[in-house]
């Protein structure tokens, strides 16, 4: 275990479904995060909450909403997604310094999610 | 161009070699990591560096911030270093990393 979990570690879902992915950190870091690794891409940057401030991410489409209910947590919630969307969601954590720096990168082990 | 390139993509080598995996960058930084991300998807921080040079076990990391480049070396490789090593850069001006595309290794015994 990193400190930092994921469930469920599988997920299959259908295009009407409507599911959550959730995250949660035991590390005392004030910044998590959501990635979404698709097949033979890098990693792309979802969302941000850092210092309980929200960063999004522009480019991602409103069926993805992200929920961060306090430090520890974070929650991605899947509405009417496509099947282009099945990929390994990766959660992370870090601690922000507040000055633009952060430090003690921890990875989850990720959710593959297949949309049918 | 991409602001975090990796070098080689693909590496296959022998039991036993000594394995370089190179990383150059374009934007000014706070830290550079390596990370390892096994088949199945799971990815383990390796190092986070600033300056200088690292080592932990037979893994060993260098940057050099003036040429804005960092190596990932691994001695006597093992069939179980058989992953895919990505070096990622976290900004000087926000909480962002960008992550290079990946070095996929593959280690033959």
């Known amino acids: 275990e990193t400190g930092v979990t994921q469930t469920p570690r599988h997920l299959v879902m259908g295009m009407t479904n409507k599911k959550s992915l959730k995250c949660e950190q035991h590390?005392?870091?004030?910044?998590m995060y959501w990635y979404k690794q698709s097949a033979k891409k890098p990693l792309e940057l979802m969302f941000v909450?850092?210092?309980?401030?929200?960063?999004e991410n522009n480019s991602v489409p409103s069926r993805f909403s992200p929920e961060c209910p306090n430090s520890s947590h974070l929650f991605l919630h899947l509405h009417t997604l496509q099947p282009e969307d099945s990929a390994l969601y990766l959660c992370?954590?870090?601690?922000?310094?507040?000055?633009?720096?952060?430090?003690?990168?921890?990875f989850g082990s990720g959710t593959r999610l297949t949309v049918v | 161009k991409n602001e975090v390139e990796q070098s080689p993509q693909n590496l296959t080598a022998q039991e036993g070699e000594f394995i370089t995996i190179n990383c150059s960058y374009s934007v000014g930084i706070s830290a550079l990591h390596w990370l390892q991300q096994h088949p199945g998807g799971g990815i383990v921080s390796l190092f986070m560096l600033s300056s200088g040079k690292k080592k932990h076990g037979r893994l060993i990391a260098t940057i050099n911030i003036q040429e804005k480049h960092s190596s990932l070396h691994i001695t006597a490789s093992h069939p179980r270093d058989s992953a895919v090593y990505i070096c990622a850069v976290g900004g000087n001006r926000d909480d962002k990393i960008i992550f290079g595309k990946g070095t996929r290794l593959h280690i033959l015994p």
């Open positions: 590390l005392g870091h004030n910044a």
């Open positions: 992370a954590s870090s601690q922000a310094s507040g000055t633009g720096a952060s430090y003690g990168y921890t």
């Open positions: 909450y850092s210092l309980e401030e929200r960063v």
